[in-house]
């Protein structure tokens, strides 16, 4: 461990401890994402950031199986070149493992949570809380004092974190004229204060 520690002080991006007693543990660890031993490192394998043009790709992998099964509204590669200021991703090791995007409404001072998603692999995880907690900031940034979303799924989810159900009505009006009622979306919204 103290070597470990010393060679990434010196410069060594990261350093793995594997234990010789799993077989096949020095397999996993080379070629698997999150591998079997333990990692030490001087700065995080996973970075959140806003996205750029770079990460569709990512984003596009990481959203189409949710598309598929009618969980998120289907964008085009077009559509998230032209929206991609919006997103905010979550990447390990060079992998989109999570993103949502903030379209605020600035006259109403409200704005949209919307695409969230999380790999499968990282689910159980905080991924979610930390992305929502990432966009309630650039919101509040951006002198918005509510967020709300747009969901058939994840009600619950967001209810445990202070999203409260309202009425379509308090939605932004061009929002209220863009409402999917065949999707059956559950608006919730929080304060941000």
């Known amino acids: 461990?103290?070597?470990?520690?010393?060679?990434?002080?010196?410069?060594?991006?990261?350093?793995?401890?594997?234990?010789?007693?799993?077989?096949?543990?020095?397999?996993?660890?080379?070629?698997?994402r999150d591998g079997i031993g333990t990692q030490i490192v001087m700065e995080s394998a996973e970075q959140i950031r806003r996205a750029t043009i770079n990460d569709?790709?990512?984003?596009?992998?990481?959203?189409r199986p949710l598309e598929q099964q009618g969980i998120l509204v289907r964008r085009s590669r077009e559509q998230l070149e032209m929206e991609i200021d919006k997103f905010t991703i979550i990447q390990r090791d060079n992998m989109t493992i999570a993103c949502a995007a903030l379209y605020p409404f600035v006259e109403e001072k409200i704005g949209e949570m919307a695409c969230v998603a999380v790999h499968p692999d990282y689910r159980s995880s905080s991924r979610g809380e930390v992305l929502l907690e990432r966009v309630?900031?650039?919101?509040?940034?951006?002198?918005?004092?509510?967020?709300?979303?747009?969901?058939?799924?994840?009600i619950h989810w967001f209810q445990e974190r202070g999203f409260t159900?309202?009425?379509?009505?308090?939605?932004?009006?061009?929002?209220?004229?863009?409402?999917?009622y065949q999707r059956r979306s559950k608006v919730l919204m929080a304060d941000l204060g």
């Open 1 to 32: 461990m103290r070597g470990a520690v010393k060679a990434c002080r010196s410069g060594v991006r990261r350093c793995h401890l594997i234990s010789y007693q799993e077989d096949g543990s020095l397999l996993q660890e080379l070629f698997s």
């Open 56 to 63: 569709i790709g990512g984003i596009l992998e990481l959203i």
């Open 136 to 154: 309630a900031a650039q919101a509040r940034q951006m002198g918005l004092s509510k967020l709300f979303v747009l969901t058939t799924r994840s």
């Open 165 to 180: 159900p309202v009425d379509i009505e308090l939605l932004p009006e061009s929002k209220k004229k863009m409402y999917n």
